[in-house]
């Protein structure tokens, strides 16, 4: 089974360069960052407080979520396009920092990857906690402008506040006890600020069927 992960902050590329690597590899993928942020919304349309952990937590392992490239459900509504919103963006990083939602959501997402035979899956912690064992670990990362003005150019707002806001994002992403943002010594790192997307997928996939042979070779 192989299994991809992709982490990095927020406006690395991680969402662009997984789908397409997953579309070259015929595989499934996955984007967890949506299912905190599907959560993040149920919560927020619940009028519950961030910090009413068990409350959210059991969204987390109640709700029935439903999430495939282009679309996730939650409960039978449509998220799709409120997660990507402001209210939910600001509020979501505080919701991942409640470890009985993290729980919840790994548990989630081993699940995907064992019902989809594997996957190319991106997010924060894929490499480091949710698959430590993944066939290839890939860090991706681009200086802090280049990722203001990629999400600019997604979402519009202004290059300066959107700067900030990643940057307090990426803090609390790389600060919070379990599970934070952090490169393992075992993952690739590859800076996409001045790379076009189609050598990063291309490079990748090279790093991928080198580690498959390698796999293939030692058993
Ligand atoms: O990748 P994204 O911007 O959609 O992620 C939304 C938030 O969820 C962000 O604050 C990081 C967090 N996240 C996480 O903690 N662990 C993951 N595996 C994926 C996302």
Redesign the pocket.
Known sequence: MIVVAIDGP?GAG?STIAKALAKKLNLRYL????M??AVTFAALNRNLDLSAESAIAEIASQCVMHIDDDSIFIDGVDATQAIRGQEVTRA??VV?TNSLVRTELRGRQRQWVSEHGGGVV?????GSV?FPDATLKVYLTASPMVRAKRRVAQSGGDVELIAAEIAE?DQ??SSRSD?P?MKTSDSVTVDTSDIPVDEVVDHIERLVVAQQHTKQASN
């Open positions: 927020a991680k984007d967890t960052g949506a905190y942020r979501v990083s991942a991106e997010g924060r912690d894929i949710v994002r609390r992403d599970s943002l």
